[in-house]
C-alpha cells in the first residue's frame, strides 16, 4: 500500500454509505470502475460533495488503508465524465 504522504487520483461514481436519521449522507465513498472502494475520510468534505452524489467525480487525495478498507483524504475534486476505459478507475 502507498504510504499516507503519497497523492494519488481516481476516478469513479460518488456513492453514500451511510445516512444520519433525516436521510443525509454521512460517509461517502468512490467506487472505480476496476472494483476498488475508498471511503472518504473527510466528514466536511463528504458534506461538500453531496450535491455531486451518484456521480462520476475525480479526486485528488492522500491514500490509506485501515483493516482492509481503502481510505483517501480528499485534497481536491472536480465533477467529470467517464474517459475511455483505459483511463477510468486509479491513476497516479
Known sequence: ?????DLITIRG???PVDWDTEGTATKAAILTDNEN???ICDKKKVNEL???????VEVRGEVREEA?????SVRSWNQTAWRSKAR????Q
Open 1 to 5: 500500500m502507498r504510504r499516507r504522504t
Open 13 to 15: 461514481i460518488l456513492v
Open 37 to 39: 472502494e475508498y471511503l
Open 50 to 56: 453531496v450535491g455531486v452524489m451518484r456521480q462520476i
Open 68 to 72: 482492509g478498507q481503502k481510505m483517501i
Open 88 to 91: 477510468t478507475g486509479d491513476k
